[in-house]
């Protein structure tokens, strides 16, 4: 099995909601991640966990919080969003490097709207 | 930043092969080069990697100059379904520096057409 999974697949939001994403991983792999891809634009890093712990953050506004609760889980929960931060959100997965070079596999996003 | 170069668009006829560049005139002597694609609303997807030596997988075959200052993934019979935003990703070897994201650019745009 080399899928990761992310639900919900579309998400509405208003700005004083309070939503989570939900990233599943069954491959054993030890690094998880989260991209945003806002339209026509690549993927930007936002967070990495390694082993269960946070090891990047990439200056992501406090209105988002990641959470690794077990080695196939992944959260990231929403609060106080903005309009901007509507964007396509994806989860990725890796082994955790010992040596060499690994892909990420990731998953399909959950396309997120802020209103 | 992104440290490679890749062309805005390209388009190429199906069942053609599709010659995707990349310039990575930085590149260290630990650094990968990672091709990666993403099709429509979807998530990317993993191509093919390589440090010097040429590589070839199921999917596409990526040619590295000697200099190892550029690259070029080569998708041997294109399909439509090959359409797609094509990624060219420099990546530090991971026994140096532990996991390191990927770090995306702009891509290029191939459009396969009937």
């Known amino acids: 099995d080399t899928e990761v999974t992310q639900t919900p697949k579309h998400l509405v939001m208003g700005m004083t909601n309070k939503k989570s994403l939900k990233c599943e991983q069954h491959m054993g792999h030890r690094a998880m991640y989260w991209y945003k891809q806002k339209a026509k634009k690549p993927p930007e890093l936002m967070f990495v966990y390694s082993y269960e712990k946070l090891s990047i953050n990439e200056s992501v506004p406090s209105r988002f919080s990641p959470e690794c609760p077990n080695s196939s889980l992944l959260n990231l929960h929403l609060h106080a969003l903005q309009p901007e931060d509507s964007a396509l959100y994806l989860c990725?997965?890796?082994?955790?490097?010992?040596?060499?070079?690994?892909?990420?596999?990731f998953g399909p996003g959950t396309r997120l709207t802020v209103t | 930043d992104a440290k490679t170069t890749q062309p805005t668009s390209m388009d190429c006829a199906e069942g053609r092969a599709a010659n995707l560049p990349c310039n990575h005139s930085?590149?260290?002597?630990?650094?990968?080069v990672y091709w990666y694609r993403q099709i429509h609303s979807q998530g990317p997807q993993y191509i093919i990697h390589g440090l010097k030596n040429n590589e070839t997988n199921e999917m596409a075959s990526l040619i590295i100059t000697e200099d190892r200052k550029s690259s070029t993934l080569i998708l041997p019979h294109a399909t439509l379904r090959d359409t797609a935003v094509y990624y060219c990703?420099?990546?530090?070897?991971?026994?140096?520096?532990?996991?390191?994201?990927?770090?995306f650019g702009k891509g290029t745009r191939l459009s396969v057409i009937a």
């Open positions: 990703i420099v990546r530090v070897d991971l026994f140096i520096s532990g996991n390191t994201p990927l770090v």
């Open positions: 990725a997965s890796s082994q955790e490097a010992a040596g060499g070079s690994y892909e990420q596999y």
């Open positions: 930085t590149i260290s002597g630990n650094e990968y």
